[in-house]
């Protein structure tokens, strides 16, 4: 098969070379077999042009190999497992007994898995099952989800232990999907059933399948769980109504006080987000009552907040236990005097507050109130006595508010520090640190990263490091791509110079989530007491990787939206795995739960993918740019509204704006989020977004609004 005819210019006439070298190397293959490397070669050379004919023979010719035999076996499996199952089976046997690396054993497993979906004789069935017993219990799980006989008690029963272990992985919704098949459940099994559909996302499936469960009587049913499960079905899809009725069911058969002020704090936010304040203050009062904690009590505070009633949210104050509590609630206080535009009262409050992780935040809040107020040699002090408190999204935004000021405070800024890291001589001293972090011309900046690698010796290697094991094999045929994805572990980590040399390799590899992995270790190496950016450039692109540049764009440009947000997100959200499943049911380089990418499909024109077809990069790129790209045009171009939205939902990042005020800009909102885990995100996706831009700026466009608030 030709694929030049789809290929433009120059590349047409290369793929039509390439065609016709493979077809000289096949007939050469017949008559005299290749040395096994350059099979393997090939083999892959072939794979790419779509010579699949081609590919198969040289990797029956690899097969041989005694040092690549494995290798190939796996590649040949996964070829031939959607046409002959029985053939990929017996390739892989042998790895799942004894692997090169997990990698393969991983490999073997999941084609495994797929020739027993297919159809494989008895005989063959029960060697996988056999060997699958040496296998750690996560790969165990694959192969005993399809492998088990449901006809029999024995099957069942393995079906239920899986599920019983762990709901949330891929093999417990093989085995939930199985036991559905059946159509003859016992009350637990149906329950085991259903909650795994929650885990997985699949909301309407779990909603039907709860409501089935919630009319069974048994001691094997979790009455308040099953009913609490329900609710959460009718919140995840934006019913409010619906899920304060299942809520309130549950609440009835709560089984400690405990699980009872958790239930009723759930009750408070959906009647917030139903737009019934009161309501919310009252529930959100009995969790308090009915189990007091600091969190609780944050919550409250909060709603008193919006109600207005300051005098109640002070009150609740002085209760907190924990100093960081009381830090968080002071962080409350003072975000609602500034939404309130009482400036002077909020630089008091922000003040007082001491305790990490908030003390840095709060600073840099101050200091950015304070440069609005043409109060710049405050700024500047506020923002020095922050810095030692502050992550990548927040020390970007001390920069923003430093390159806000005029530029002779700045200027003279600069000079002192100049004199102060002089002063320190040849060390990494606090002076030279705190540069860094606020430094925002990159002029300077390049000047700093040549003193820090003078300070900490940092080279480029001097010679091509060595690379042991299979990954080594591999490497010394050229096979870049198939070492690191069959053995990264032979590649070099340490000293730092050669692993930051590795890094590049993954990224070669088509491995991204290694080399992000790998760039943080070089970086703990070389001292992380030091922001990333003041080491050499290419450690912080690694960091940041752009594997897939043109999809990115197309799918950023069909979503409106702005591609340094896509790729953040999709850095963030599966460090560019596109293989990655989530504890809640997200797939994907995007994240994407199976309904929400239901939702943006229709919306777009699309098929609704299957849960499967959202592990491929085309399908999550798209459709989660798309669902960006509706929050951004949403929030009227807030890129931080549109970022927590897709993380806690639209209606939830709504309320963090409202309470944030109309004089509210990017940093006042993430300080307003009130979910740890959002608010985490949102930081993270935003400066790895601010880091797209900086390293890749002949691809930058201005966003819509900048980074104001509407």
């Known amino acids: ?84 199952a029985e053939r990929a089976a017996e390739l892989v046997l042998p790895s799942l007994e004894k692997a090169g690396s997990s990698q393969l054993r991983g490999a073997a497993v999941g084609v495994a898995r797929k020739s027993l979906l297919k159809g494989l004789s008895s005989e063959l069935q029960r060697s996988i099952e056999r060997a699958s017993r040496r296998l750690p219990r996560s790969s165990r799980r694959a192969i005993e989800a399809v492998a088990a006989d449901i006809e029999t008690g024995g099957g069942r029963l393995t079906l239920r232990r899986l599920l019983e272990r762990n709901r949330g992985d891929l093999p417990a919704l093989d085995a939930a999907r199985r036991f559905e098949a059946l159509g003859d459940l016992s009350p637990r099994e149906q329950w085991l059933v259903a909650g795994c559909l929650f885990r997985h996302a699949l909301y309407e499936e779990a909603a039907s399948a709860l409501e089935i469960v919630a009319g069974l009587t048994s001691k094997d049913i979790p009455e308040s769980e099953t009913a609490f499960l329900r609710g959460r079905c009718a919140f995840r899809l934006d019913r409010w109504a619906e899920a ?44 308090v009552v009915t189990k007091t904690s600091d969190d609780r009590r944050l919550f409250l505070i909060r709603l008193r907040l919006r109600q207005g009633r300051r005098d109640l949210a002070d009150l609740g104050l002085a209760r907190m236990r924990s100093t960081s509590a009381k830090a968080r609630g002071r962080v409350l206080m003072a975000l609602n005097e500034l939404a309130m535009g009482r400036t002077e009262e909020a630089l008091g409050t922000l003040k007082l507050i001491q305790i990490r992780p908030w003390r840095g935040p709060a600073r840099v809040v101050a200091a950015g109130e304070l440069a609005r107020s043409d109060r710049p040699l405050e700024a500047v002090a506020m923002l020095e006595s922050a810095v030692k408190d502050l992550n990548a999204f927040w020390g970007g935004q001390a920069r923003r508010v430093m390159g806000s000021l005029p530029p002779e405070v700045t200027a003279d800024w600069r000079g002192r520090q100049k004199e102060m890291v002089d002063a320190e001589g040849t060390s990494v001293g606090p002076a030279l640190r705190r540069w860094v972090v606020l430094e925002f011309d990159l002029d300077a900046l390049i000047g700093l990263r040549k003193r820090l690698a003078a300070a900490r010796s940092i080279r480029p290697v001097e010679a091509e490091p060595s690379v042991s094991g299979l990954a080594g094999n591999l490497w010394s045929i050229g096979l870049i791509r198939e070492a690191v994805r069959w053995d990264p572990g032979g590649f070099p980590v340490k000293p730092p110079e050669e692993g930051l040399w590795t890094v590049h390799q993954f990224l070669a590899g088509d491995s991204p989530w290694r080399a992000i992995r790998t760039a943080q270790a070089v970086w703990r190496s070389w001292g992380a007491d030091v922001p990333m950016r003041a080491y050499p450039e290419a ?7 752009m594997p897939r540049p043109d999809e990115v764009m197309k799918a950023a440009d069909g979503g409106g939206i702005d591609w ?100 509210c800009d990017e940093a006042r909102f993430v300080l307003t989020i009130t979910f740890d885990v959002t608010r985490g995100y949102t930081e993270d996706v935003l400066a790895s977004a601010e880091a797209y831009r900086s390293l890749l700026p002949d691809l930058a466009k201005p966003e819509p609004r900048g980074n104001g608030a509407p």
């Open 1 to 84: 098969m030709s694929f030049s005819a789809v290929v433009p210019g120059s590349e047409r006439a290369a793929i039509r070379a390439t065609e016709r070298e493979i077809s000289k190397a096949h007939r050469r293959n017949q008559q005299l077999p290749l040395p096994h490397g350059e099979a393997l070669v090939l083999a892959g050379v072939a794979r790419n042009i779509g010579a699949r004919e081609a590919e198969q023979a040289f990797l029956e010719r690899a097969v041989e190999s005694p040092t690549y035999g494995e290798v190939a076996r796996i590649e040949l499996a996964e070829m031939l497992v959607n046409t002959d």
């Open 539 to 545: 450690l912080e692109a690694a960091y940041y990787p």
């Open 564 to 663: 340094a947000i896509v790729s953040g997100v999709a850095r963030e959200e599966s460090r560019w795995n596109p293989g990655v499943l989530s504890v809640v049911g997200a797939r994907g380089l995007m994240q994407l739960m199976p309904l929400t990418a239901a939702t943006v499909a229709a919306r777009v024109g699309k098929v609704t993918p299957t849960p499967d077809q959202l592990f491929e990069p085309e399908w999550s790129l798209e459709l989660g740019a798309a669902e960006l790209g509706r929050l951004s045009r949403s929030f009227e171009g807030f890129s931080a509204g549109a970022v927590a939205a897709y993380n806690a939902g639209e209606a939830q990042s709504r309320l963090w704006l409202e309470q944030c005020g109309a004089d």
């Open 244 to 287: 304060e009725k299942w809520y309130h069911r549950a609440l009835k058969t709560a089984p400690t006080e405990t699980r009872r002020a958790e239930i009723q704090v759930h009750l408070a936010r959906t009647r917030e987000l139903a737009g019934d304040l009161g309501g919310a203050v009252e529930m959100a009062r009995r969790a």
